[in-house]
DNA sequence: GGATTAGCTCAATTCATTTGAATTATCAAT
DNA sequence: ATTGATAATTCAAATGAATTGAGCTAATCC
């Protein structure tokens, strides 16, 4: 077996492509920077970040922001990202449904979209993401020429496990290279991931967790997810289906985390005593009525994600934890407001600077524009060479 | 708040350094090698690879090992590591102990120690480390000037956190920059990790883990400790403190998974039934005798070993689990062979390459070899750039 | 025994960075 | 208001390390 190299060699064009892609960095993350600050924190000569800056604002991808005078000599010039320089495909493939969004460079959704769907098998859901696409492109010309590639979520687990999601799976997905065929159909790069992680990245861009280099990201999908983020890069597991944390038991008396942490296990609690959410907009209007029953279910998730905060903490001692997906977001405020913390957790800790549980993006959209993120991303953090 | 970069600018010579490294970590990983086909590894020129295989044999990193003919063609010349071209210093600081080794660029021990300790403060135990340190480098004079750095295994949780592991606490530790201070102390670069990541560390460079990307690997330390490799790289955690999986509750009658799955856990529960295992000989000891104690234990051991893969596989999803630590072999042997795989997972995939529980090393100096593994791991593989 | 294949080296070239000097714009002190 | 210090930026030359292309060597294949 051949064992694969953990990083390729370097050369001058490879050092370039590597620092271009540092350059952008920085500026995504100041938001305006001058060169000469820029050189400083990459350990590069102001003459070579001029270079680059002169390159990346040639190609568009780089917008001139005016002086900034911050104390004596020369002003320096700063530049930001020009959001219409490059964009990026998000695509959620969705039992029943196709969701799309076009982010530009900034995180920003340009175009987004909803497709139903009649059967979800590969050519048909290929067939209408290249119309999707198509749309989203005639929609913002701009794109067209500037495409960085296109993230896909779809329900994990990959591959065969002993995971079987009764009924959500997606039919003749199991056998293909799904990678592979969304990128023939759009001609594009493009990344595979979960929900989860693909939610944890737009926050890692856009969102709550910025500045966050480590973070666990939980996400309310069809059952629950764990996006992880250690070092700024995403941790998907050998086989990539890491975080898939709704499936561990936990004590009491439902059988597994997301038993009682889900929109199924809420929509089941409720549909027990009678009444019905079918969606988002239900359950907070429940939540808004005072709704008892709802209230008996938000105790029980409660201790449910006290639980998945200890194994998260001890296991992977992130800075802080993200809870978002598709939950209104007075569910998640109330969740974030009155989980207890765990007392036995190396995150319980005086004086910490990040509150151990954070409320992230809340809506339909979140891991659809993380997919986006992910390709954001490896535009702007990457330290990992793009397959040329 | 500054943002710190996730990676420093490249330029000619940070390229030069980085393939260096990369070139000695494809003759590590092949054991022997020919120019040419590190060159197609790591998508070089066999001109640049010639270059910088004359310059580490002009160093005393590589050997050649004469040339093997494969089919037509020139026959290679191979190149293996030069054991003696760089050594690695491993310190394991205990409560009641200091354990020393110094591993050679291959990762085999020249030299070892154990340091009994009356007290743990910081003075007393930098001063034995200094000593020790001094007492190997005249045991093995060649390795005075090829000192690549120093790993230092010490007990967690780093900081303070919620875990109090009563008892076994370092006093005096609490406050202090102990990378620091061993830095200051021996005059070598120092990597401060716990012992499970150290463990780890081991098993990749010289162990069971020498071409697995990604795995986790469950240490019996003083607790239950969890060391996590991803794609090559250990999972520290934003604070140093991942994989503190003891403190994980659990289902049943224990509370903590190290109530029941720990040297502590075992001896506790011997001492129970008056018996008692003093160490780790007195354990195997009493496990070939069929001791129907311990055999008891086993059995609840492995439940909990069951509960603990489910965590790891669904949360981290590695290509496999490694037991090991301070355990008897024939105890390690047994949990693997009788531990009832856990259905739901993503792990439980038909035809996976790599089983998903194997027996890692065992033994008192596991740690303390991982320590100077970090190091050397650092010299093979580490696609950070070094502090310079 | 000649053709083919593969490993390796020499010398020249190329790429992208660094170095050092010069220029410009602002602040601060006289 | 003038002068000096400071910082950002650019220009041109030098440097470091990789690539390119030609040539040599030692195997196997036919």
Known sequence: MRVQP????????????RNRQAVLGQVHAAGAIGRA??????SLTTQTVSNIIAELSQDGMLLEKGRRSVGRGLPAMQYALNPEGGYAL?????????????????????????????????DHVLAHVAVVYARHLKQVPTAQNRMLGAGVVMPG???KTGIAVAGSDLTGWQEVDAEQLFSETINLPVMLSN?????????????AAQDVMSFAYLYFGAGLGLGLVHEGHLVRGAFGNAGEIGHIPIPGKDHKLEDALSRLSVQRHLHSVGKEARDIDALELLYHQGDPDLFRWLDAAGTALGHAMTIIENIFDPQTILLGGAMP???????????????ISVSNRPGSHHPRLMQG?????TATMGAAALILNRALNSSISHSL
């Open 195 to 207: 929900d989860a992680n693909a939610a944890a990245m737009a926050e890692r861009i856009t969102g």
């Open 37 to 42: 600050e820029i050189a400083r924190a990459l």
């Open 361 to 365: 993006t809340s809506g339909r959209m």
């Open 329 to 343: 977001a007075a569910i998640l405020d109330h969740l974030v407001a009155h989980t207890p913390m765990p007392d």
């Open 90 to 122: 998000g695509i959620e493939v969705r039992p029943d449904a196709i969701f799309s969004a076009l982010l530009n460079l900034q995180g920003q959704a340009v175009a987004t979209e909803r497709v139903p769907l009649n059967t979800n098998e590969p």
């Open 157 to 159: 687990p990959f591959g």
């Open 6 to 17: 953990l990083h390729k060699g370097s050369n001058a064009e490879r050092s370039r492509h």
